[in-house]
């Protein structure tokens, strides 16, 4: 065959090449280009039960002319044993061409012949869901893959099917990978020729050593049965049955990562790593503020161990880290980086070192841990006041400065003769503090009236308490929002609320009237813009969907600012 798309292809296909002895055999020879003299090989271990049976298709794909043409037929082994069905023969366009010869294997017959139309056989023989498991015993916290895949053998239908039981994945941190649609594609399955679909893929960190267990996929499959009966154009009438199909359990056996040589600050990363300590700048005055970032790259379990703390002289004055990521997950793994930026502001003058630190990981490919330590940083603080406690080893600008010989004046300004002065003690009774505490209380009578009377009022503002509770609620959630970043469903139920919330208070509205044409139609009264409408339900649009799909960490803190600019442009706008 030349390997052009024109090129002339002439093949044997069967539907098993391992049966019983009272089991049937189906046969074809496929080409596709029209051919003459066709010559079947003998079948001489075999009994042609039907056959032949001779079909065509023609089919335009937009581009060119396909061309299929099949021979088929059915056989029946006539008794156990390996046996070769030797090359069919074609002539076309004047060339001859043969297929390959084909090697079946016939067992015992079976106790109870099954029929090969009943649903429950069809199951069994032909449609096959199974679960693929990248590695069967990695470390802990070491990444692998678990592929679901429905295996359908070609002259078997399924109609539909939809998911009964999601495998549970107890003991690991699981990442779904989205596949972008449902591809059928050719395959084998225990050697034999079969249709496959990929139905989910996931990607598992085990998070504790030992044998743990992923329970299977279950599936509700309508399953197209063929009859005895046919249409009017002579074609077999199929029905159409439902039927629970699982997969295979499997066992994963985590080993724990070795103690030997295990650095005393391992926190857990598994992985290929690169570790960098930066600082945004290295002089500047007191008082002024750079930025240290601590970073971890590469590829590992990334967002399951915490960075290593950055350490600092007292004098300099550190804040609370900004934690980011930027990690993305695919069948491989988790690959790209995390950090920590701390704000520094120096308060003093000097130079002041930040101690090297030290991040450690255990690496997959060699199976040894691994150390990487920072370059020593000196934040040189060119202008401020000295820091000079007895205590204080940091080096202090000038102090390594020769000391020179006592001046005679250098004390003068010590005086060693004092005087004093008599200290008149004034009278309580008039004094002014005598009076303002005879007349305060006096006075503090009317402001508690007024103070009072401003209470009652606003108690009484019942539309306006519940905008204030509402405004305090919305504050309150956001706050919990901000809080729950990275923990992707307590974010969105706390952002979720806030927004709720706020619109009760605003509009005057109850829970039950919070529907999306009714907010819209309660803002667009009050004078919103319609792009800040927009974007208010699609904040409460990405609330629900977040539920049912991946969400980064980045995407939750673009919804989250995004929140509070559009509350702000609410309260502006409405009147």
Same mark, same amino acid.
């Given at each position: 065959?030349?390997?052009? *798309?024109?090129?002339?292809?002439?093949?044997?296909?069967?539907?098993?090449?391992?049966?019983?002895?009272?089991?049937?055999?189906? @046969?074809?020879?496929?080409?596709?280009?029209?051919?003459?003299?066709?010559?079947?090989?003998?079948?001489?271990?075999? @009994?042609?039960? /039907?056959?032949?049976?001779?079909?065509?298709? !023609?089919?335009?794909?937009?581009?060119?002319?396909?061309?299929?043409?099949?021979?088929?037929?059915?056989?029946?082994?006539?008794?156990?044993?390996?046996?070769?069905?030797?090359?069919?023969?074609?002539?076309? %366009?004047?060339?001859?061409?043969?297929?390959?010869?084909?090697?079946?294997?016939?067992?015992?017959?079976?106790?109870?012949?099954? !029929?090969?139309?009943?649903?429950?056989?069809?199951?069994?023989?032909?449609?096959?869901?199974?679960?693929?498991?990248?590695?069967?015993? &990695?470390?802990?916290?070491?990444?692998?893959?678990?592929?679901?895949?429905?295996?359908?053998?070609?002259?078997?239908?399924?109609?539909?099917?939809?998911?009964?039981? *999601?495998?549970?994945?107890?003991?690991?941190?699981?990442?779904?990978?989205?596949?972008? /649609?449902?591809?059928?594609?050719? =395959?084998?399955?225990?050697?034999?020729?079969?249709?496959?679909?990929?139905?989910?893929?996931?990607?598992?960190? &085990?998070?504790?050593?030992?044998?743990?267990?992923?329970? &299977?996929?279950?599936?509700?499959?309508?399953?197209?049965?063929?009859? !005895?009966?046919?249409? @009017?154009?002579?074609?077999?009438?199929?029905?159409?049955?439902?039927?629970?199909?699982?997969?295979?359990?499997?066992?994963?056996?985590?080993?724990?990562?070795?103690?030997?040589?295990?650095?005393?600050?391992?926190? /857990?990363?598994?992985?290929?790593?690169?570790?960098?300590?930066?600082?945004?700048?290295?002089?500047?005055?007191?008082?002024?503020?750079?930025?240290?970032?601590?970073?971890?790259?590469?590829?590992?379990?990334?967002?399951?161990?915490?960075?290593?703390?950055?350490?600092?002289?007292?004098?300099?004055?550190?804040?609370?880290?900004?934690?980011?990521?930027?990690?993305?997950?695919?069948?491989?793994?988790?690959?790209?980086? @995390?950090?920590?930026?701390?704000?520094?502001?120096?308060?003093?003058?000097?130079?002041?070192?930040? &101690?090297?630190? *030290?991040?450690?990981?255990? %690496?997959?490919?060699?199976?040894?841990?691994?150390?990487?330590?920072?370059?020593?940083?000196?934040?040189?603080?060119?202008?401020?006041?000295?820091?000079?406690?007895?205590?204080?080893?940091?080096?202090?600008?000038?102090?390594?400065?020769?000391?020179?010989?006592? %001046?005679?004046?250098?004390?003068?300004?010590?005086?060693?003769?004092?005087?004093?002065?008599?200290? #008149?003690?004034?009278?309580?009774?008039?004094?002014?503090?005598?009076?303002?505490?005879?007349? /305060?209380?006096?006075?503090?009578?009317?402001?508690?009236?007024?103070?009072?009377?401003?209470?009652?009022?606003?108690?009484?503002?019942?539309?306006?308490?519940?905008?204030?509770?509402?405004?305090?609620?919305?504050?309150?959630?956001?706050?919990?929002?901000?809080?729950?970043? =990275?923990?992707? #469903?307590?974010?969105?139920?706390?952002?979720?609320?806030?927004?709720?919330?706020?619109?009760?208070?605003?509009?005057?509205?109850?829970?039950?009237?919070? *529907?999306?044409?009714?907010?819209?139609?309660?803002?667009?009264?009050?004078?919103?813009?319609?792009?800040?409408?927009?974007?208010?339900?699609?904040?409460?649009?990405?609330?629900?969907?977040?539920?049912?799909?991946?969400?980064?960490?980045?995407?939750?803190?673009?919804?989250? #600012?995004?929140?509070?600019?559009?509350?702000?442009?609410?309260?502006?706008?409405?009147?």
């Amino acid at each position: 065959m030349a390997q052009d *798309s024109d090129a002339v292809t002439f093949q044997a296909k069967v539907s098993k090449k391992r049966l019983a002895l009272n089991e049937r055999l189906r @046969i074809d020879f496929q080409m596709n280009r029209d051919g003459d003299n066709f010559t079947p090989p003998s079948f001489s271990d075999f @009994i042609v039960v /039907g056959g032949p049976n001779q079909s065509v298709s !023609n089919s335009w794909d937009g581009k060119r002319r396909k061309f299929t043409k099949i021979y088929s037929y059915f056989l029946a082994p006539k008794k156990m044993g390996t046996f070769t069905i030797n090359p069919a023969k074609i002539e076309i %366009d004047g060339v001859d061409f043969q297929t390959t010869a084909i090697t079946i294997k016939v067992t015992k017959a079976q106790e109870k012949p099954e !029929n090969p139309n009943d649903p429950d056989y069809i199951v069994q023989e032909n449609i096959h869901l199974v679960t693929e498991v990248s590695k069967s015993s &990695p470390y802990l916290n070491e990444p692998i893959t678990v592929v679901y895949k429905l295996y359908v053998a070609p002259r078997t239908g399924i109609s539909n099917y939809r998911e009964l039981e *999601s495998p549970k994945f107890n003991g690991f941190w699981s990442q779904s990978i989205d596949d972008r /649609g449902v591809r059928i594609q050719n =395959g084998t399955y225990k050697g034999e020729e079969y249709r496959f679909v990929t139905l989910r893929k996931t990607v598992l960190y &085990p998070q504790k050593t030992g044998a743990l267990v992923i329970e &299977p996929l279950s599936l509700d499959i309508t399953v197209d049965v063929p009859t !005895n009966r046919r249409d @009017i154009y002579g074609r077999q009438v199929s029905n159409q049955v439902h039927r629970t199909i699982s997969a295979n359990t499997r066992t994963i056996n985590v080993k724990a990562l070795p103690e030997a040589g295990k650095p005393a600050n391992f926190t /857990g990363a598994v992985g290929d790593f690169q570790f960098n300590v930066t600082t945004s700048k290295n002089s500047l005055n007191a008082t002024e503020s750079l930025q240290a970032k601590i970073e971890v790259s590469g590829r590992g379990n990334l967002k399951l161990f915490q960075l290593p703390k950055l350490t600092t002289p007292s004098t300099l004055e550190v804040y609370d880290p900004e934690h980011l990521e930027n990690v993305r997950t695919n069948a491989a793994g988790m690959q790209g980086q @995390i950090s920590d930026t701390y704000t520094i502001v120096p308060q003093y003058k000097g130079k002041f070192p930040i &101690p090297p630190i *030290s991040f450690s990981y255990f %690496d997959l490919e060699t199976e040894t841990y691994k150390e990487i330590t920072s370059q020593d940083i000196v934040i040189n603080v060119i202008e401020g006041p000295i820091y000079a406690e007895a205590d204080n080893n940091l080096p202090i600008a000038g102090s390594g400065e020769q000391v020179t010989a006592l %001046d005679a004046n250098q004390f003068a300004s010590i005086k060693t003769e004092t005087s004093f002065d008599l200290e #008149e003690k004034e009278a309580f009774l008039n004094s002014p503090m005598f009076w303002t505490s005879l007349l /305060g209380p006096l006075l503090a009578i009317p402001l508690a009236l007024l103070y009072r009377r401003k209470r009652d009022e606003r108690d009484a503002d019942v539309s306006g308490n519940r905008k204030r509770k509402a405004d305090r609620l919305a504050k309150k959630y956001l706050s919990a929002a901000k809080k729950a970043l =990275g923990q992707k #469903e307590a974010f969105y139920i706390a952002l979720e609320k806030a927004l709720h919330n706020y619109l009760k208070g605003r509009l005057s509205i109850e829970t039950s009237d919070l *529907s999306k044409d009714k907010i819209t139609s309660l803002l667009t009264e009050r004078g919103v813009e319609g792009v800040v409408i927009t974007d208010f339900e699609a904040l409460l649009e990405n609330c629900d969907l977040a539920r049912y799909t991946p969400i980064t960490t980045v995407t939750m803190q673009q919804d989250y #600012e995004k929140s509070a600019t559009t509350i702000n442009l609410i309260d502006k706008q409405i009147t």
